[in-house]
């Protein structure tokens, strides 16, 4: 089955370290999605690409904040200083944005990945 | 930017009972998705409905696009279906080659299906 592959799982790390979360979206898809899900603020979109293309990032706090796509394969999320208030599940998504589908639906089914579960002491 | 509420935040059922979730949104979508969040904390999409009706098993979820609502039917349900259950929804602007939308989440609705 094809899926959104996730790296690491899990991470924990100290305050002020470099963290770098990696996804690999599903072969085909040409959009991407960064999500933080936490408790207070459920399911947060931080940024996302279209053909490796960043459109939007105004979720992410662009000061420690970095996502880019070195390729249609690899999709990466870093965060430099991380600080106790990042600690969060991190998730993936990707989909195949197409034109209008009819019925007035556009855009892409989405599809997550298993997440990386971030905590920074 | 586009709200999103779904009713009700906590959900109680015994095993076999129906349920009925709702989505709310504030303004003309172009794509709406229904998620299930299993304990395991992996998202899985239940649906792609941005109008009309579809079914899956037990489940069934039906967009009123023009009334600004989603519901999702989970009919005898079983302890399995515990989770929680999120819509998301992309806001409706005019569709071009190079854009794309943002999909925002609304807060879930928990269910807990006890056998």
């Known amino acids: 089955d094809a899926r959104v592959t996730q790296t690491p799982r899990h991470k924990v790390t100290e305050m002020g370290q470099e963290v770098t979360m990696r996804c690999q979206p599903i072969l085909g898809h040409n959009t991407v999605f960064w999500y933080r899900q936490t408790m207070m603020q459920g399911l947060e979109l931080l940024a996302y690409f279209r053909n490796r293309a960043p459109l939007d990032d105004s979720g992410m706090p662009k000061d420690r904040f970095s996502a880019e796509m070195p390729d249609a394969t690899l999709a990466t999320l870093k965060i430099q200083p991380s600080e106790p208030r990042d600690s969060a599940v991190y998730f993936c998504a990707s989909g195949l944005a197409r034109g209008d589908r009819g019925q007035g639906s556009r855009g892409e089914k989405l599809f997550f990945g298993s997440g990386t579960q971030l905590s920074v002491l | 930017g586009i709200q999103v509420e779904q009713s009700p935040p906590d959900l109680i059922l015994q095993e076999g009972a129906n349920s009925t979730l709702r989505c709310n949104f504030s303004?003309?979508?172009?794509?709406l998705q229904w998620f299930h969040q299993n304990p395991w904390g992996q998202l899985i999409n239940l649906f792609y409905i941005p109008s009309g009706t579809k079914q899956n098993g037990r489940l069934s979820a039906t967009t009123v696009a023009t009334e600004r609502y989603s519901l999702l039917y989970i009919s005898s349900s079983q302890t399995t279906d515990s989770g929680v259950y999120f819509c998301a929804v992309a806001d409706g602007g005019v569709w071009t080659t190079s854009g794309t939308y943002k999909y925002i989440f609304g807060t879930g609705t928990r269910l807990k299906v006890l056998a």
């Open positions: 303004d003309s979508v172009n794509n």
